[in-house]
């Protein structure tokens, strides 16, 4: 079975910076698409950046331009890099991978911005 193992959340002011890691139990490049999710308290979970094998990535609006989604195949990672903080992207960062026939979700990692 795929596990998804989220890392890097936490606590930060407005304007800060976090680095969350999802570190994949397989090799990425069987999954065509990985990317992160988000959850805030009683909202639904909403992309927020997603990148393919052939494509660049795609990022929701209200992250474009402060969030980079990266991969490192060597190291079977994906990262998400946020920056310019802001207390509405506090929640529960997902990890979702896609693969030819299957989707998986990582547990969840917290970030918390606060104003």
């Known amino acids: 079975q795929v596990q998804l193992v989220e890392s890097g959340g936490g606590l930060m002011q407005a304007g800060g910076s976090l680095r969350l890691s999802c570190a994949a139990s397989?090799?990425?490049?069987?999954?065509?698409?990985m990317g992160w999710y988000r959850q805030a308290p009683g909202k639904q979970r909403e992309m927020v950046a997603t990148?393919?094998?052939?494509?660049?990535?795609v990022y929701a609006d209200s992250v474009k331009d402060r969030f980079t989604i990266s991969r490192d195949f060597r190291e079977n990672t994906v990262y998400l890099q946020m920056r310019s903080l802001k207390p509405e992207d506090t929640g529960v960062y997902y990890c979702?991978?896609?693969?030819?026939?299957?989707?998986?979700w990582g547990q969840g990692t917290l970030v918390t911005v606060s104003s």
């Open positions: 990148i393919t094998s052939d494509r660049g990535p």
């Open positions: 397989r090799i990425l490049f069987s999954f065509n698409t």
């Open positions: 979702i991978a896609i693969s030819m026939t299957d989707t998986f």
